[in-house]
């Protein structure tokens, strides 16, 4: 438990560096390097189901292995503090709040300066919709809702199975994640040949999405925002959500924060609906993406103070 708190503290002080040599980066080109060997686009449905599950299976295995050495490598080390120190750091590598909170504030710094089209650059950056029409409450929508999806996928997941299995369970859920950002598209491309790692992400994010929501409620309470809302949304709305897993966060805080999510959103052109979370008591504004960090923050505070109390 200690590991993860300092490895929280590591992603708090020094945040997530940006260089080729970032594990998650790592993973990226390990999947986009596989997906060049074996996708063909003449493959038949079978085999890009076939390929796809190849690709997802080595690259779970290859993450998990890699938990395992850097593991063994802390413990001979001999030494606790080196230990906690090296499983610490590669934790924080596997984890994102100090990036999802700077992306979120200087969204909100952008709006508030009136700078529109600015926001909508950096929001572009963070959201796989597009941005270029985007109207303030739809920015400030599009961020919050990315920092309630992230805090499920980019912390609490990660720190779940590290509490389950140490950096290989981590490790391994990390490589998961990417693979479903990367190929989980249910375009003709990917349909197939990105199920496995779609349905794997699913999978994984069952448990930490539900145990997400129940954080966000709990961090309403400790925020003095409407955690009774936010218990009625999950309740009403979470499964109204194209995945099994993306609504329980989004509902927590849409019920919280006493806004609404969800809607219409245009992706390469084409315009998509996507089933409303929550209720617009309160019209859509830049403050809203600051709430939603604060809960994000003591969710994951809370998740490392529930870990530390149960472990002990």
């Given amino acids: 438990m200690l590991t993860m708190a300092v490895a929280f503290l590591f992603d708090t ?3 997530d560096p940006r260089t080729r040599l970032h594990p998650v980066v790592l993973m990226g080109n390990l999947i986009s390097w596989l997906e060049r060997i074996l996708l063909r686009a003449e493959d038949s449905s079978t085999a890009k189901l076939i390929k796809g599950g190849v690709l997802t299976s ?3 295995g290859t993450a998990f292995s890699i938990g395992i050495l850097i593991e063994r490598a802390a413990a001979s ?3 606790m503090t080196a230990e906690i120190f090296i499983d610490a750091l590669t934790l924080a590598f596997m984890i994102s709040p ?5 992306a979120g504030r200087e969204i909100h710094d952008l709006l508030m300066l009136g700078n529109i089209a600015g926001a909508r650059r950096k929001v572009g950056w963070i959201v796989g919709r597009d941005t270029d029409q985007l109207s303030e409450p739809e920015i400030v929508r599009a961020t919050v809702e990315t920092i309630a999806e992230n805090t499920v996928d980019g912390i609490i997941s990660p720190l779940f199975y590290f509490l389950l299995g140490g950096l290989p369970f981590a490790i391994a859920y ?3 994640n990417t693979m479903d950002s990367m190929l989980g598209y249910k375009n003709e491309k990917y349909l197939y040949f990105g199920r496995a790692a779609a349905r794997l992400d699913d999978i994984l994010n069952l448990l930490p999405a539900r145990l997400t929501a129940l954080l ?5 309470a400790v925020l003095n925002l409407d955690y009774k809302n936010a218990l009625h949304m999950v309740r009403r709305d979470a499964d109204k959500h194209p995945s099994p897993n993306g609504g329980y966060a989004e509902a927590a805080v849409a019920g919280a924060l006493n806004i609404r999510l969800g ?3 245009w992706y390469f052109g084409r315009q998509t609906f996507r089933a409303y979370m929550g209720e617009a008591i309160e019209a859509m504004a830049a403050n809203h993406i600051l709430l939603a ?3 994000m923050y003591t969710a994951t505070i809370l998740f490392l103070t529930f870990s530390l109390i149960f472990s002990t």
């Fill in 263 to 265: 809607g219409f959103n």
């Fill in 77 to 79: 080390t001999g030494s």
């Fill in 216 to 220: 966000f409620i709990t961090s309403a």
């Fill in 174 to 176: 990390r490589a998961a």
């Fill in 13 to 15: 002080l020094i945040g």
């Fill in 98 to 102: 100090r990036s999802l909170a700077d």
């Fill in 58 to 60: 080595v690259v779970i």
């Fill in 293 to 295: 960090i604060r809960m």
